[in-house]
């Protein structure tokens, strides 16, 4: 029997599930949108990424990227012993400086990077060496994604940074390209047991907040705050997505993601246009997201108007786009 501090902290991984694992060789645009896509059912593939190419080190990242510069958030080591509910940003809302890739390289080996929980995620990777990799390509052709709604993501960082738990509201495929990431996934329908920040936050906040996030550590839940959230732990799922895999994430699934081991983790995402089209009709993860968005629109204008009339225009500018 679990005492009251044993149960105020249980593992989402007690009852975890575990995610398909397919071979990609085996799959047509037919038979994945059949079994998958149709039914927003997330897949691990494997065995379409066996290029040599593909073992984006940091050593190859330096020399791809050199002085491309990046957006780069710092999120501090504190952060992740607050209780969400008194962050004052979260995801791309992090405040962050862009620097050049080689610079951000340094950090990772001098340690700064880790003492810090400095990551570059959610960067471009248009106008770069990497963004034409005929693997990508074949990936794209063999499961029929053919309508992006965003340019190939670059996504660097150190073992043991998480990207907390949240939703988007797009169909996303994670490409692992060097090292290895765990993912915890909640279905959709987990929605209010896994207590989304509100729709507010984004009109008080602007994209600083948002609601697509939830308030939730899943591996060390507060059940007297939030109850409800015993219900997803049953429904939940865990993964270990491993190199030259890829995770193929269906349009309103939580997910939390945690770079494994103590060296460079890299990866790759990009989102794609929901199909079929009715899955978009009847995702109110998705329509949430967009209404927070829409929310959003006052406090982003007005911070804007603030940066062009402040100093750092330009850095200040690149800051504001990249949390959209």
């Not at 765990?182 to 896994?194: E, R, T």
């Not at 997201?289 to 959003?296: D, F, G, R, T, Y």
Request: proline share 6%.
């Amino acid at each position: 029997m679990r005492t009251p501090s044993q149960e105020k902290h249980l593992s989402a991984t007690e009852s975890k599930k575990q995610i398909a694992r397919v071979d990609g060789n085996t799959l047509t645009p037919e038979i994945f949108a059949t079994k998958y896509q149709k039914h927003g059912i997330p897949v691990v593939i494997t065995g379409l990424l066996d290029s040599d190419e593909l073992n984006w080190d940091l050593d190859y990242l330096r020399k791809k990227l050199g002085q491309k510069k990046f957006p780069v958030r710092f999120y501090g080591r504190e952060r992740y012993q607050q209780d969400k509910r008194n962050w004052e940003n979260m995801g791309s809302g992090v405040e962050s400086r862009t620097i050049p890739f080689s610079d951000y390289a340094e950090k990772l080996l001098s340690g700064e990077a880790d003492e810090k929980d400095i990551y570059l995620g959610k960067c471009s990777l248009t106008n770069t060496p990497l963004a034409d990799n005929p693997s990508f390509q074949r990936l794209e052709s063999q499961l029929g994604l053919s309508i992006p709604v965003t340019p190939l993501n670059l996504w660097v960082g150190l073992g043991g940074h998480t990207t907390c738990l949240h939703c988007d509201a797009f169909d996303g495929t994670l490409i692992q390209l060097y090292g290895a990431k765990k993912l915890i996934l909640f279905p959709p329908n987990q929605l209010y047991n896994l207590y989304p920040f509100s729709l507010l936050n984004n009109l008080l906040y602007g994209f600083k907040r948002r609601a697509s996030y939830s308030q939730i550590y899943p591996q060390k839940p507060d059940f007297q705050a939030f109850p409800k959230f015993k219900k997803a732990l049953s429904q939940s799922y865990e993964v270990v997505l491993n190199q030259r895999e890829i995770l193929y994430i269906p349009v309103g699934w939580w997910h939390e993601v945690t770079c494994l081991g103590d060296g460079v983790v890299c990866s790759v995402n990009r989102f794609w246009r929901v199909l079929p089209i009715y899955r978009s009709f009847f995702s109110w993860n998705k329509w949430r997201i967009h209404l927070s968005s829409i929310l959003a629109i006052p406090h982003f204008f007005a911070i804007g108007l603030t940066n062009i009339i402040g100093k750092d225009r330009k850095e200040n500018l690149n800051r504001l786009l990249q949390r959209l």
